[in-house]
Structures are given as structure tokens and as C-alpha cells.
């Protein structure tokens, strides 16, 4: 079955510590995306990729890093800078604008 | 830059009456538009599409979509809402062309009362 993976489902991290979340796709596509969602905020894009490595800075950036080393795989590090994790994130693929597929999200938790 | 613009946070309607939701974007070129549903806790689901041609848009569950180009919109329809349909939709924006900067409105959340 084809789809988009995110791991783990749920996640705590103490502060200062730098955590990944996994994105894995088998769909083919080029385009990678992930998001942060927060309550009356809707989706708000952190980082992009286009192709194998190549991303671009989304709208809420800063705290967070990525890696595109290969097209299936597209990691997510929330790093100690980022004062407010909590929150839910959603990674998402696409191939030609046709339309943006989803993974099912993690749920970071600063404990 | 680029932007969507969805007026309404909390739309409440009782079953079996219609639905409009309200989804407006700034952009220079034609973008491609999207409107997609969440279930709490759970992923995006993609309701419907434009990206040419005839700007009236059927998708999935019974549901509609008019894209007007002089008004910069693209707003969701549904004739008779079920219970079912509560969930937040959003609306969202790629340019059509050059890099995928897929981009979303806040969402509407919708409550259907019995």
C-alpha cells in the first residue's frame, strides 16, 4: 500500500533536548512538506523540498532543521531553540501539484 | 506573498440544511486550489481540486467547490449536511508552476446539529 508514514505517534521531549520526527514515503513524489498545527492556527509550513537535497524555509522556520537525503525520506528535528514544541505535526508529500498526500501526524509534547 | 483567507473559524448548521464555506487567496498567477477535511487527530483528507477549466469543482462526499477568479475565491458548498460532515476544513494554495510552496488557510470548524 502506498501512503506516508509518520513515526512516532506520540512524542515528549524535555526541554533542551533536540528530537526527529520520521516522515517516510513510498509514493514516488518529489515534493515533501511538513507542518505545524495549533489550535486556530490551521497548517503553518516550517520546511519544504522539492527534490533530493534541496529544501527551503517555510513561514515558521526558525528552531527547527531538515535533511532530504533521500526522495522517500524527509526527517524533522525540533532542536533546544524551539521555545514552544507543543504541538502537532503533520508531514505530506506531493508530485506535481496534482494534490498533497498526509501522514497521520505526531503529537510533541515538552514535558 | 502569497496567502489564504478563510473568514469563518466556527460555522454551526443543522442537519439537512445547506452549507457555505468561505475560502479567499492572494496570489499573482492562476494558483492551484485545494480544499481538504480533518477529523480530530488525524491527517488531511482532500475533498476536491481546481486547477483549470470549469470553475465549478465536484469532489468527494457530496460536496462542491466555485472558484471565481474576479472575487480571488473558492468557496465549499454542500446542498444537505449530515452529522458526519463536522470536522475543520481548509482551504489551500500552490502556485501553479516553479517550486511547490503549498500553503493553508486557518480552517473552519464545523458543528452540524441534529
Known amino acids: 500500500d502506498g501512503g506516508i508514514t509518520q513515526s512516532p505517534k506520540y512524542l515528549f521531549r524535555k526541554e533542551g533536548q533536540n528530537v526527529t520526527l520520521s516522515c517516510e514515503q513510498n509514493?514516488?513524489?518529489?515534493?515533501m512538506y511538513w507542518y505545524r498545527q495549533d489550535p486556530g492556527q490551521g497548517l503553518r509550513l516550517i520546511y519544504y523540498s522539492q527534490i533530493v537535497n534541496d529544501f527551503q524555509k517555510g513561514d515558521i522556520a526558525e528552531g527547527y532543521s531538515v535533511s532530504r537525503e533521500k526522495k522517500e525520506s524527509f526527517p524533522l528535528t525540533v532542536t533546544s531553540a524551539q521555545k514552544n514544541p507543543t504541538a502537532f505535526y503533520l508531514c505530506?508529500?506531493?508530485?506535481?501539484?496534482?494534490?498533497?498526500?498526509f501522514g497521520q501526524g505526531t503529537r510533541l509534547t515538552v514535558v | 506573498a502569497q496567502s489564504v483567507t478563510q473568514p469563518d473559524i466556527h460555522i454551526t448548521v443543522s442537519e439537512g440544511a445547506s452549507l457555505e464555506l468561505r475560502c479567499n487567496y492572494s496570489?499573482?498567477?492562476?494558483?492551484?486550489l485545494f480544499w481538504y477535511v480533518q477529523s480530530p487527530g488525524q491527517g488531511l483528507q482532500l475533498l476536491l481540486k481546481?486547477?483549470?477549466?470549469?470553475?465549478l469543482v465536484q469532489g468527494i462526499k457530496g460536496f462542491e467547490a466555485e472558484f471565481k477568479r474576479s472575487q480571488s475565491s473558492f468557496n465549499l458548498r454542500k446542498p444537505s449536511v449530515h452529522w458526519s460532515d463536522a470536522a475543520e476544513y481548509f482551504c489551500?494554495?500552490?502556485?501553479?508552476?516553479?517550486?511547490?510552496?503549498?500553503?493553508f488557510g486557518a480552517g473552519t470548524r464545523l458543528a452540524v446539529h441534529p
Open positions: 496570489y499573482g498567477a492562476t494558483p492551484y
Open positions: 481546481y486547477f483549470s477549466g470549469d470553475t
Open positions: 505530506a508529500s506531493m508530485t506535481g501539484n496534482t494534490e498533497a498526500f
Open positions: 489551500a494554495v500552490v502556485r501553479s508552476g516553479g517550486y511547490n510552496k503549498l500553503i
Open positions: 509514493l514516488n513524489h518529489d515534493a
